[in-house]
């Protein structure tokens, strides 16, 4: 789990949009909380891996966010990449967007996935 420290800190935004930015075509904007920058890392590693070098050019991630409580990456490759964002929208499912603790959705009207924790978290 982070420390309240490292829940403060923003910089694995840039630390990611800079090491992956050319999949959003320059530049990647993480539309959710910081407790799931690790499972967005991971993501984004795994997609390098798996991309041939010839659908490199022409992959783009459009959209990073969260929505309804999960993650939502919405990009342009196939099949294979489906695979890895699915697996990365379940473990969002179970992993405080806050702390990166192990969550479950909650809320009413507002979901989100949160810890016993942060589940009035508000930033
Ligand atoms: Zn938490």
Do not use: P
Not at 19 to 45: A, K, P, Q, T, V
Not at 88 to 111: F, K, M, Y
Request: some cysteine.
């Amino acid at each position: 789990m982070l420390t309240d420290d490292e829940i403060k800190d923003d910089g694995w935004r840039d630390e990611l949009a800079e090491r992956f930015g050319w999949m959003g075509g320059g530049y990647l904007s993480f539309e959710h909380l910081g407790g799931w920058r690790f499972i967005m890392r991971d993501l984004l590693e795994r997609i390098d891996a798996t991309l041939r070098d010839e659908d490199r050019g022409s992959f783009c991630i459009s959209q990073i966010k969260e929505k309804w409580a999960e993650l939502r990456v919405a990009h342009n490759g196939g099949a294979g990449i489906d695979r890895l964002v699915d697996a990365a929208e379940a473990a969002s499912r179970i992993t405080c967007d806050v702390c990166s603790g192990r969550g479950r959705v909650q809320g009413t009207g507002w979901i989100s996935t949160r810890c016993a924790v942060h589940e009035d978290w508000r930033g």
